[in-house]
């Protein structure tokens, strides 16, 4: 393939803001190619006098209003309810909240890491035990668990380090906030979080450190007898359990947000949908006619560069062109396709595979599996990724089909209407959907389903209490 062609086909599958980064390095590196400037307008003078003295009345008006505001003596005139003096008054007055740049307003969530930090920092940690407590922290996890041995922190550490300091170092950080922080376990976590908290019920101590497994999966009944309770008194241990935080480090920041910008917008208009591809950011661009029309090779190295880059130039603007159009024609076909889904919802998305797709608009299958690729449509019923419309067939009684994400979000729907005490068995919810849908589904299909969507079966689902 020519380089053309492959920065063609590259232009395809990269997403919006990709797209947007790529644009602005050839616009660095290409002298020929610049960007149309969309907010030139025209700048000649009004000649309706009318107008010109509206505007000199609104102009000499609002500079009075400033003079008033500037020289009017406000802590007199609001007595007791000023907050601020005339100084402080007068550099607000002088620089407006407008001026301040968008970063200078934000903030960013404290992260787990520069928490506890400035935490050992104010506490009595040694220069020997910082530099310990610094490589724990640093080997934390998301959810603030230690992702590392003692004797891997050791290796991690210069010179000779005894275990013994390191496991000390450890129990301290433990008993920072957020208190079980840096534990290796579920059960170390939660019994530090008690100990702090005075409670040191045997029962409890017991329950946590050595049935967490029987308490997870609701084997109630043999720990009542072991420990010779009822079951409103192990509810009540349980309620205190679940007081504790098993995740320390979830609440704290761990990194950038990651925002969706969609490159599609589809909106009802009547009976029809309008499709509008998102151009907001884009680059606009043009040949530089200065440098075209004026500079003049000298040598033919200089031509041939002069002339590379202006191909290029043409070819990246003809490729931009491609990409959009390629896009609106996918995201037109995918409308007609799923229509059904754009009126009622995720319940109603159909089968579609990229080969008819592919046929509906004239293109070779690839081409529509790279437009498709990280990019986003912006519909009534929320943002999607274009790959979420291609799914997958079942096949009903009547010898029609449904896509396996309609089944997805019945599945969901059922067990988020279902009865927490009696929850619903995969078998049952196949049933169900049979009697809804008349679609042939096994009980296999549905937990591969529901495991898909991180749902736990009905054995962990149902509540006792």
């Given at each position: 393939m020519?380089p ?5 086909i590259?232009?395809?599958?990269l997403s919006r ?5 790529s644009?602005?390095?050839e ?8 960007e149309l400037?969309?907010?030139?307008v025209?700048?000649?003078p ?7 003295y ?8 609002s ?8 020289n ?19 550099r ?5 909240e ?23 920092r104010?506490?009595?940690?040694s220069?020997a035990?910082?530099e310990?407590a ?18 891997d922190l050791?290796?991690l ?5 005894s275990?013994?300091a390191v496991?000390?170092?450890?129990r ?18 939660l ?6 908290l ?11 450190r050595?049935h967490?497994?029987d308490?997870?999966k609701?084997r109630?009944?043999p ?6 309770i ?11 359990i ?5 995740m320390?480090g979830?609440?704290?920041f ?7 910008s969609p ?10 949908f309008v499709?509008v591809?998102n151009?907001?950011?884009m680059p606009?661009?043009?040949l ?9 090779a ?6 041939d ?7 290029s ?19 037109e076909s995918?409308v007609?396709?799923?229509r059904?889904?754009?009126e009622d919802g995720v319940?109603?998305l ?5 080969k ?6 004239g293109?070779?299958e ?10 986003y ?21 009547d010898?029609?089909q ?6 997805k979000a ?10 927490d005490?009696r ?17 042939n589904i096994?009980?296999r299909?549905?937990?591969?389903y529901?495991?898909a969507?991180?749902i736990e079966?009905s ?7």
């Open positions: 020519t053309q062609l492959q920065q063609a590259k232009l395809l599958q803001l990709e797209l947007v980064e644009i602005q390095q616009l660095m590196e290409n002298p020929f190619l610049e400037d969309a907010d030139v025209d700048t000649a009004s000649t309706d006098t009318l107008d010109d509206e505007g000199a009345h609104n102009t000499a008006e500079q009075a209003n400033e003079e008033i505001m500037r009017a003596d406000w802590e007199n005139y609001l007595g007791e309810f000023s907050s601020v003096t005339k100084q402080s008054l007068g607000e007055l002088e620089v407006p407008e001026g301040l740049s968008l970063e200078a307003r934000l903030t960013s969530r404290p992260s787990l890491e520069g928490h506890l930090t400035w935490q050992m104010l506490s009595r940690f220069a035990e910082l310990i610094d490589v724990i922290v640093g080997n934390l996890d998301s959810r603030g668990y230690l992702q590392a041995s003692v004797e050791q290796t550490l210069p010179g000779v380090v275990a013994e496991e000390s170092v450890i301290r950080i433990q008993r920072l906030d957020p208190v079980g922080v840096a534990a290796r376990t579920v059960q170390e976590c019994l530090v979080q008690m100990e702090v005075g409670l040191d019920d045997p029962i409890l101590v017991s329950l946590v050595d967490l497994e308490l997870e609701h109630y009944k720990l009542t007898k072991k420990f010779k009822s079951m409103e008194g192990l509810k009540e241990y349980l309620d205190l679940q007081t504790l935080e098993p320390p979830a609440n704290f761990s990194g950038e947000p990651q925002y969706v490159d599609v917008f589809v909106f009802k208009n009547g009976e029809d499709i591809l151009e907001d950011g606009r661009l043009q530089n006619s200065f440098y075209v029309e004026n500079i003049k000298k040598t033919s190295t200089e031509k560069y002069f002339q590379d880059k202006i191909r130039a043409e070819w990246l603007m003809k490729s931009l062109y491609q990409r959009q159009r390629t896009l609106y024609k996918v995201m995918i007609r396709f799923q059904e889904f754009f319940t109603r159909r089968p579609l595979i990229l008819e797709v592919a046929e509906d608009i293109m070779h690839s081409t529509v599996s790279r437009i498709t690729t990280s990019k449509v912006a519909t009534p019923h929320g943002i999607y990724e274009l790959k979420f419309f291609f799914n997958s067939a079942l096949d009903l009684d010898g029609t449904v896509g396996s994400e309609s089944v019945l599945i969901k729907q059922l067990i988020g209407d279902e009865n005490k929850p619903l068995s995969d078998e049952q919810i196949g049933e169900i959907l049979k009697q809804k849908l008349e679609v096994a009980r299909t549905v937990a591969k529901r495991t969507m991180n079966s054995s962990k689902r149902k509540q006792i209490f």
